[in-house]
Each structure stands twice: as C-alpha cells, then as structure tokens.
C-alpha cells in the first residue's frame, strides 16, 4: 500500500475513534444511543481541517436547542460535531421522509445501534431506491 494511502487510512481511523469515544461516552451516560458518523468523514472525502459529525439518538434529550447542544458536547471530544434527535422525533423524521435527514442517512456510518434503528432506516432508504 502506498505511503499516501496509509496515511489517509490512519488519519480516517483516527476520526473514526474520536466519533466512537462520542458514541461511548453518550452511550455511558446516557444509556441505549444509536450513533451514526455522517458527512466528508463517513464519505471518505475529509481533509485536515474536517470535523466529525456524529449524529446520536436517544430516548429522552432536553427540550430546549441549547441545553440538548451544550449536553451533547460534555460528551464530544474535540473535532467531534454532534446534533441529536429523542428516539421518538427521529423516527417522526424518518416516517416522513425528511430530506434533510434521509440525505444524511444515505452516507451514514452506523458506529452502535442499541436502539434498533437500523432495520427501519435501510427499509425506508430502500423505498426510495
């Protein structure tokens, strides 16, 4: 393998632990989280000054924007951009095929699925198909 290749390997593997330390540490506070890496990390066409977007759901998540953004980022390490949907809205979202959501999806790496999304995701993604 050419050293270039190794390299860019190492760099998406060590992206990929920041997202899986999220997921952890979600998962350690929060109990049962499914998590998903998304965007240029889970396409494979990040450079260096990319974050990691993450997105994690849950049963229960503040109400409010900023209280569920600033207790979503106790548990990111740096590089890591989380955004977080309750269990119930997430799959709201997905029932209606939201664009937004379902865009997201199509690219998404899922890194721990204790929630047992999975198999609703890959149906309605399949019906778009």
């Known amino acids: 393998m050419p050293k270039w290749l190794r390299e860019r390997k190492g760099n998406w593997e060590r992206l990929k632990a920041l997202a899986e330390q999220f997921a952890e540490n979600a998962h350690s506070a929060l109990g049962r989280v499914t998590v998903w890496i998304y965007g240029s990390v889970a396409r494979g066409d990040f450079n260096f000054w990319s974050d990691v977007d993450v997105l994690l ?13 600033g207790m ?7 590089m890591v951009e989380p955004i977080g949907y309750t269990k119930e809205e997430f799959e709201h979202l997905l029932s209606k095929r939201h664009p937004n959501l379902i865009s997201l999806l199509r690219e998404a790496i899922c890194l721990r699925d204790d ?4 198999e609703k995701v890959k149906l309605v993604l399949s019906q778009g198909e």
């Open 72 to 78: 979503l980022m106790q548990f990111a390490p740096p």
């Open 115 to 118: 929630l047992s999304l999975m």
């Open 57 to 69: 759901v849950v049963e229960k998540l503040p109400d409010r924007p900023l209280e569920r953004l």
